[in-house]
């Protein structure tokens, strides 16, 4: 078990929470078919998603341009988000991270969450010893084009991750062709996974999902649910402004 500190900047922080599963593009999806792809769905709540607390719409000229804001950018009279940097946005978090020794915050967009117009920016934040909010950036890829950014999404992302880990990562390289096991294994499951594609259009095998290979083996772990992450419980402020 670890601990992390969320601190105000302000008395009208805006809300996080687990990050949701739930996508746009994914609903439209055959029968809503790209929920059934497991580390899809997984990727989608691996985190906690931080809540825009009013819609912004903002343009971009193109070229060395810096972007405007054409809506109220003003949140209970606190500027939400400004345009200061060539191509970008800023949305203010409202929240400084605080990780134990050994960990940073990694901050980025929603996974699999597309904003026409924009793309987010992804920063690793030394949140062990860095005492003040940053702020989260979109870049913006269309000239001209008018950027709404609704009310209620989920404007930026972050989990924690330790310091060192990737440091310490040694990898290893084989080759397929040198493993006659694995290759007969991928074949199998491949040749039964297009016999269910036939006989079956649109199933899935679930491998992953139940840790079954094609003979109906138990070869991994079942996967009993997406991870349920704790929300923080954040009290109101009685004397805001």
């Known amino acids: 078990m670890t601990e ?3 601190t105000r900047t302000h008395q009208l922080s805006p809300e996080i929470k687990q990050s949701r599963l739930k996508r ?3 609903d439209d999806t055959y029968n809503k078919h790209a929920y059934r792809c497991l580390p899809l769905s997984a ?18 000229d193109g070229g060395m341009s810096v972007p405007r804001i054409i809506s109220d950018d003003s949140f209970n009279g ?3 988000a400004n345009c200061n940097k060539i191509g970008m946005i800023d949305i203010h978090i409202g929240w400084a991270f605080g990780t134990e020794e050994g960990f940073d915050t ?17 920063a690793l934040i030394p949140s062990s010893w860095w005492p003040d909010e940053v702020q989260m950036t979109w870049r913006f890829t269309t000239p001209g ?3 709404i950014l609704p009310e209620g999404m989920p404007f930026a992302f972050f989990y924690i991750q330790p310091s060192h880990l990737l440091k310490e990562v040694n990898f290893k390289i084989k080759n397929l062709w040198d493993d006659e096991e694995l290759i007969q294994k991928r074949m199998s499951y491949g040749d039964a996974k297009m016999k269910k594609q036939i006989d ?3 199933t899935w095998m679930n491998g992953i999902r139940t840790g079954l290979n094609e003979s109906g083996e138990q070869i991994g772990p079942r996967h009993d649910g997406l991870i349920q992450l704790t ?5 109101e402020v009685n004397n805001g402004y």
């Open 4 to 6: 992390m500190t969320l």
């Open 24 to 26: 746009d593009w994914m």
């Open 43 to 60: 990727a989608n709540v691996n985190g906690w998603e931080i809540i825009l607390q009013k819609e912004i719409v903002a343009v971009w």
């Open 78 to 80: 606190r500027t939400i």
């Open 106 to 122: 990694v901050v980025t967009g929603s996974p699999n969450f597309f904003i026409d117009g924009l793309e987010p920016l992804t």
């Open 145 to 147: 084009k008018e950027v």
């Open 200 to 202: 079956e259009p649109w």
């Open 231 to 235: 929300d923080p419980e954040i009290p």
